[in-house]
């Protein structure tokens, strides 16, 4: 089962809220993904969703604060999974036109100016509805990725507006005909669980995300030292080369006492840091020892030794 699964079956099962907040998670679920049918002057709505939990409560609202007719339709889908597809139809009658007028779903302005959204916890209830009705988050273990998708742009515009509410950075871009609301932000998606009350799956969000942040980190520590190493392993071969050829072809002994005493303290340590070599020598510095070993490897080019160009 998807992580989206996941927070739409803890969602769906939330208990149910305040009237005015109920009302906001249905004007989301509808505006997102309820259809209109018109029957003469009586207007109808279909709903049509995967998720048994949902389809009961989007069919517990109705009865519970608009007494409309209602059937529930249950189909087999022909897909691969074969999953039941549950479709709540509410008959066109009178009950159903008072419905729609309190919801404004058929006014233009509703997305902006409805009054069921003039509450904050009504403007939490309405994202989860929103969510609910076509909404998808990534699992943490990869991208971070959150997105709703709706086929019209000034209820999309109302999500976003609705999530900046609660300093959500959502960002709207058209795909095609839809319109899509998402967030990429880790930070923002833990955000936007807690406002919509899916808080076990925000737990679980955050758990996955703390871990593989700390495996990314180790991974770079790892990578960090690993790519130091090899650093310091090849200016240590670059060096005890550069000593030995010039005792092959110059001798240490006629190097003054001071590169003869760096010279075999490098043999002595052939894979020591310069670190570690400053703590094997006695009271010179990292620098200066270090400009030391240039002049050794200086010392070899000049009598023929090909080096390659850098810092040994």
């Given at each position: 089962m998807s992580f989206s699964s996941d927070v739409k079956n803890e969602l769906a099962r939330l208990e149910s809220n305040k009237p005015c907040c109920d009302k906001a998670e249905l004007l989301g679920l509808l505006r997102m993904s309820g259809a209109?049918?018109?029957?003469?002057?009586?207007?109808?709505?279909?709903?049509?969703?995967?998720?048994?939990?949902?389809?009961?409560?989007?069919?517990?609202?109705?009865?519970?604060?608009?007494?409309?007719?209602?059937?529930?339709?249950?189909?087999?889908?022909?897909?691969l999974r074969k999953?039941?597809?549950?479709?709540?139809?509410?008959?066109?009658?009178?009950?159903?036109?008072?419905?729609m007028a309190e919801m404004q779903l058929l006014s233009v302005e509703s997305d902006i100016k409805n009054p069921l959204l003039s509450r904050h916890c009504c403007k939490r209830a309405f994202l989860r509805g929103a969510f609910l009705g076509g909404g998808s988050i990534t699992r943490p273990s990869g991208d971070y990725h959150m997105e709703m998708v709706t086929d019209n742009e000034s209820f999309a515009q109302c999500i976003v507006k609705n999530m900046n509410t609660f300093s959500l950075k959502a960002k709207l871009t058209e795909r095609k005909k839809d319109y899509i609301v998402y967030l990429k932000d880790s930070d923002h998606i833990v955000r936007f669980l807690n406002v919509i009350g899916a808080h076990a799956s925000m737990m679980e969000f955050e758990n996955v995300r703390i871990l593989k942040e700390m495996r990314n980190n180790v991974n770079r520590l790892?990578?960090?030292?690993?790519?130091?190493?090899?650093?310091?392993?090849?200016?240590?071969?670059?060096?005890?080369?550069?000593?030995?050829?010039?005792?092959?072809?110059l001798g240490l002994e006629k190097l003054s006492q001071i590169l003869q005493d760096t010279a075999r303290l490098r043999l002595e340590y052939p894979e020591a840091s310069l670190n570690e070599l400053v703590e094997y020598s006695e009271g010179i510095g990292k620098?200066?020892?270090?400009?030391?070993?240039?002049?050794?490897q200086t010392l070899a080019e000049k009598l023929g030794l090909e080096t390659e160009s850098g810092q040994a």
């Open positions: 209109i049918v018109i029957r003469g002057s009586d207007v109808g709505i279909n709903f049509s969703t995967a998720n048994a939990a949902l389809a009961r409560r989007v069919l517990q609202f109705l009865k519970n604060y608009y007494q409309v007719k209602t059937e529930v339709v249950v189909s087999r889908s022909r897909r999953n039941n597809r549950y479709q709540v139809q509410v008959l066109p009658d009178d009950k159903v036109n008072r419905a790892v990578n960090c030292e690993t790519a130091n190493l090899n650093k310091v392993i090849k200016a240590a071969v670059k060096q005890v080369a550069c000593i030995k050829y010039l005792d092959e072809h620098s200066g020892l270090n400009h030391r070993l240039r002049k050794l």
